[in-house]
């Protein structure tokens, strides 16, 4: 390779699902999923016709796991998955099917041929519900730090910070 003039060269490449960890992708998206969970609670227990407050907060617990956890986080990942160039590969592991040599290894652009899932388990639909309110958190804080320049400058403008 010529450091005058670089090619980038087109390996294709199959996609396979990746397999991170499960605590750890629960560990990442609970400061996100433990507040929600404390906003659905709290409404849960405000409007529940029952006189328990535990009992209330049981339910509301075990019903936020299955309706808000599960969908939306598995929707996420779908999302993000769906579209692997947009999102830097997120959630796939790459497989050439032509060897790269160290040096150009970032210069290869690859071209995909096929995507391989991993079996659907109950323990796997977990595991993609947790990547995804991973994907969600990334995105609550990037969308809430660019949201939250305007509202410093309007700050600075009403005094705030002088």
């Known amino acids: 390779m010529n450091a005058a003039k ?3 060269r087109i390996v294709p490449a199959d996609l ?5 960890g499960a605590a750890g992708m629960w560990l990442l998206a609970s400061p996100f999923l433990l507040f929600i969970l404390w906003a659905w609670v709290d409404l849960f227990a405000h409007y529940s016709p029952a006189p328990w407050y535990w009992f209330d907060v049981i339910l509301g617990a075990a019903l ?25 590969h997120a959630g796939w592991d790459i497989q050439p099917l032509e060897p790269v040599h160290e040096q150009e290894i970032y210069l290869v ?6 995507r391989h899932r991993a079996p659907n ?13 991973v994907y969600l958190e990334i995105a609550a804080i990037l969308i809430g730090g660019v949201l939250l320049i305007p509202v410093f400058l309007s700050a600075v403008d009403f005094g705030f910070g002088r």
């Open 16 to 20: 396979l699902e990746a397999t991170p």
């Open 64 to 88: 936020f796991l299955f309706v808000v956890v599960l969908p939306l986080g598995w929707l996420a990942h779908r999302l993000v998955t769906a579209a692997p160039r947009l999102f830097q």
């Open 109 to 114: 652009r690859y071209d995909y041929q096929a």
């Open 121 to 133: 388990t109950w323990a796997r639909q977990w595991l993609r519900a947790a990547q995804g309110w």
């Open 6 to 8: 670089i090619e980038r």
